[in-house]
């Protein structure tokens, strides 16, 4: 399936965020914890203001690990919420 990679510095760079700035708002949070490791999924709402008249949602999956006494963010990976979507349970 096709994939598309970017970095926060890659869209940090886009002229509009450069010119406008970025915004984002968490919806809900839902995370799992067991022993060392967790994942967690959030439901956000991002815009880039006077840009985008309605803000784009998506899910953002956080995979974490503990390591002594601080979390550290292993992987995260991200979907953006298309018109036939279907939420899952734990983020409606």
């Given at each position: 399936?096709?994939?598309r990679?970017?970095?926060?510095?890659?869209?940090?760079k886009?002229?509009?965020?450069?010119?406008?700035?970025?915004?984002?708002?968490?919806?809900?949070?839902?995370?799992?914890?067991?022993?060392?490791?967790?994942?967690?999924?959030?439901?956000?709402?991002?815009?880039?203001?006077?840009?985008?008249?309605?803000?784009?949602?998506?899910?953002?999956?956080?995979?974490?690990?503990?390591?002594?006494?601080?979390?550290?963010?292993?992987?995260?990976?991200?979907?953006?919420?298309?018109?036939?979507?279907?939420?899952?349970?734990?983020?409606?």
């Amino acid at each position: 399936f096709p994939t598309r990679r970017s970095s926060d510095l890659e869209f940090a760079k886009i002229e509009p965020v450069v010119k406008h700035g970025f915004s984002e708002r968490i919806i809900k949070l839902k995370s799992t914890e067991f022993g060392d490791i967790a994942d967690v999924w959030v439901l956000y709402e991002a815009s880039i203001p006077e840009v985008m008249k309605q803000p784009q949602r998506g899910i953002d999956i956080c995979h974490i690990v503990r390591r002594g006494r601080k979390w550290q963010i292993v992987s995260i990976i991200n979907e953006a919420v298309r018109k036939d979507s279907v939420l899952p349970d734990a983020l409606r």
